[in-house]
């Protein structure tokens, strides 16, 4: 089984390059699957999960949660615990024993033992706010300044999800296999040069 | 005409990647060829020039100078005007209009306007300590604490140099188009995955 985890900044162009590389390769591909998962275990809402998880109220939890995350002991916090039912999840996905491509929610880190192929993907700022500028949906119109500040805080909320899972800083070069820059790249013709080095990794 | 920037950390690899990559792709080949034009061209001994360039005093260069050297006005310090000359014979290099890989330098922030393609190699700390241990002289025998001191301080020189020319960070990820983390890598393996990705890349 071959598992290739795909971090990413908002905006950079990282879920088009997962999905493709998915196609391309033939693996199988895992992103809103999770928050689905999650919410028919917990019989919650998929919005709900997402936005607890995406986007608010980390910051109120202490640092000293990340040692009982990784102890697996009692949580009181409602959003703690729907980071421990995805940690459920992601982990059921690599007992499936296929190969398959997992976007964000940490999967690099919680698959450790699996080994896997691990890619963080980065832009420029301006390139960013362009891509979000041609994605957004019609309803929901935001100016230039207001894109960045939703990059930045949606980043930092990822980042500060890290620390408290891993202790370890989010983007940090060292701590991926590549980490590759889409400014001013076309993402279907990053997918080829992607997968080609991915394979490398895989025969060797 | 491709040219290539290769910016490493100090013990990562990134010279022995580059090298197999020129070799691989058919490229030319230069890193310490531009240490031989400077002391050349300036009539210095070679290790002197590679000396000053790499290891000592530029802690002593106020951010001012950073303003003259993109100007080309008139330097003071004998270490600021090595620096000119390198920008000089790296711009000579790209001047000969033959693909090319280029290592360290701050080539890929030097030759800007030919569109190189600029990779970063870093690698963890434990990862270059061995393989420095691996490829150290006889002569030179340092205990792994020495070796961890001595990449630090080389990286902080880099660093130091890159802010001096161009008031960028060293080793941003979104500077370069991919970062390769040679950790658990045999860089031969390594070098077919980039030689892929570069080639994808040079084709669109």
Redesign the interface.
């Known amino acids: 089984m071959r598992i290739i985890t795909i971090s990413r900044e908002f905006g950079s162009g990282g879920r088009e390059l997962g999905k493709r590389l998915a196609d391309e390769l033939n693996f199988d591909y895992y992103d809103k699957e999770i928050i689905s998962s999650i919410a028919e275990n917990r019989n919650l809402d998929k919005i709900y999960v997402e936005r607890a998880l995406d986007n608010h109220g980390w910051k109120n939890i202490p640092i000293a949660y990340r040692h009982s995350f990784a102890g697996g002991s009692l949580m009181q916090s409602a959003q703690t615990a729907l980071l421990l039912e995805q940690k459920r999840v992601i982990e059921k996905i690599a007992q499936l024993n296929k190969d398959c491509i997992i976007v964000g929610r940490n999967a690099d880190i919680i698959l450790e033992k699996y080994k896997p192929f691990n890619i963080?993907v980065?832009?420029?700022m301006e390139y960013k706010i362009d891509r979000c500028v041609k994605y957004m949906e019609n309803s929901e119109k935001l100016t230039h300044k207001e894109i960045e500040r939703k990059i930045k805080s949606i980043d930092k909320n990822r980042a500060k999800i890290r620390d408290i899972i891993t202790g370890s800083p989010w983007?940090d070069?060292?701590a991926?296999?590549?980490?590759?820059?889409t400014?001013n790249?076309?993402i279907k013709?990053?997918t080829?040069?992607?997968a080609?080095?991915v394979n490398?990794?895989f025969r060797?």
């Open positions: 963080f980065c832009a420029q983007g070069k060292s991926y296999h590549i980490t590759v820059n400014t790249w076309n013709d990053l080829f040069a992607v080609g080095f490398c990794r060797r």
